[in-house]
């Protein structure tokens, strides 16, 4: 089993629809998760994080963890032609903070 | 401020041959990690420097592959000889914590 599974999609939406991203991992022992946001031909940046439990909201973004069913989420409000992206979860693994475990990212289109 | 600069963005090389790839980090970021992805394949954690000392080099795949990084500046990633099974994109990325790495856009390369 691997440790971080992220449906690939392509997930194609309108814009102003809400967003749900969705990742699951086996770890119990994972403490942060992180949303990367990567657009083609560049590389992964660094959306939000979260620690442990619960949620946390950066505009129009809110990243949620479930540590009980072990499930992350990041959804995205209102969403823009800009969002069209590959949104990656990533969690440090190895008892390490900084050696990231990686989803294999979901396309997002956003059509205006 | 400027990223992290990688070079060159691309590089086609036949089986055999040697590629060294550069990452410049962030100025002043002490950590700096290379990740690859290999086509169909998450991002994978290659190695970690803390300045120019090795801290974890557990996913460098095997003996072919060798990362310096001089004076704490930038690091170089050598393949050397290079298989087919090598061709994937490589990023670098660096941090002053070790949570939030920022990525390069990455090294296309291709091994025919």
Redesign the interface.
């Known amino acids: 089993q691997k440790e971080?599974e992220q449906d690939p999609g392509p997930l194609s939406v309108p814009e102003g629809a809400i967003v749900s991203l969705n990742c699951t991992y086996s770890n119990s022992a994972f403490q942060?998760f992180?949303w990367?946001r990567q657009y083609s031909?560049?590389?992964?940046?660094?959306l939000m994080?979260t620690y442990s439990s619960g949620n946390k909201e950066d505009g129009r973004f809110t990243a949620q963890v479930d540590k009980s069913s072990k499930y992350i989420s990041l959804f995205i409000r209102d969403s823009q032609p800009s969002d069209s992206a590959t949104y990656?979860c990533?969690m440090?693994s190895?008892g390490?903070?900084?050696?990231?475990?990686?989803?294999?990212?979901t396309l997002l289109t956003v059509n205006p | 401020e400027a990223g992290?600069t990688q070079f060159p963005s691309h590089s086609v090389i036949e089986k055999g041959q040697t590629v060294t790839l550069r990452c410049d980090p962030i100025s002043g970021h002490d950590?700096l990690?290379w990740?690859r992805r290999v086509m169909g394949?998450?991002?994978?954690?290659l190695l970690?420097f803390v300045k120019e000392s090795k801290q974890?080099e557990?996913?460098m795949p095997n003996n072919r592959f060798l990362a310096e990084r001089t004076g704490g500046t930038y690091s170089t990633l050598k393949v050397q000889p290079a298989e087919l099974e090598d061709s994937g994109v490589y990023?670098c990325?660096s941090?002053q914590d070790?949570?939030?790495?920022?990525?390069?856009?990455?090294t296309r390369l291709l091994v025919l």
């Open positions: 971080v942060y992180m990367y031909r560049k590389g992964p940046e660094l994080y990656l990533a440090p190895g390490s903070n900084y050696k990231l475990t990686f989803g294999k990212g | 992290v950590n990690y990740y394949k998450e991002i994978k954690f970690h974890d557990s996913g990023f990325a941090s070790l949570v939030t790495q920022y990525f390069g856009p990455g």
